[in-house]
């Protein structure tokens, strides 16, 4: 799994590009895309939290920092990172 832990600023926006039900998870950045592949089937939201816990993993921060921004029935993907677990955005 690739490190992220430089890239964890509060407020930061994540964009990533999944892959679910791959044959083996993990997480790299290429050419500055982040892509992830989790095991995890796309049902009920399954590869969007698998998705969530290894980004959260590379960056080094608990998963209930990361927001999920609008786009949760795609591969591309857009997390915000909040200041403090479980903060309300005013945003």
Same mark, same amino acid.
């Given at each position: 799994?690739? #490190?992220?832990?430089? +890239?964890?600023?509060?407020?930061?926006?994540?964009?990533?590009?999944? $892959?679910?039900?791959?044959?083996?998870?993990?997480?790299?950045?290429?050419?500055?895309?982040?892509?992830?592949?989790?095991?995890?089937?796309?049902? #009920?939201?399954?590869?969007?939290?698998?998705?969530?816990?290894? +980004?959260?993993?590379?960056?080094?921060?608990?998963?209930?920092?990361?927001? +999920?921004?609008?786009?949760? $029935?795609?591969? #591309? $993907?857009?997390?915000?990172? #909040?200041?403090?677990?479980?903060?309300?955005?005013?945003?």
């Amino acid at each position: 799994m690739t #490190d992220l832990s430089h +890239l964890a600023q509060p407020g930061a926006n994540f964009a990533v590009r999944g $892959k679910p039900g791959a044959r083996r998870a993990g997480v790299e950045l290429t050419e500055g895309v982040i892509r992830i592949s989790v095991t995890a089937p796309p049902e #009920d939201g399954r590869a969007t939290e698998a998705a969530r816990a290894a +980004l959260a993993a590379s960056l080094g921060v608990a998963k209930t920092r990361l927001t +999920l921004v609008p786009g949760t $029935k795609s591969r #591309d $993907k857009l997390f915000r990172l #909040d200041d403090q677990p479980g903060a309300l955005s005013m945003r």
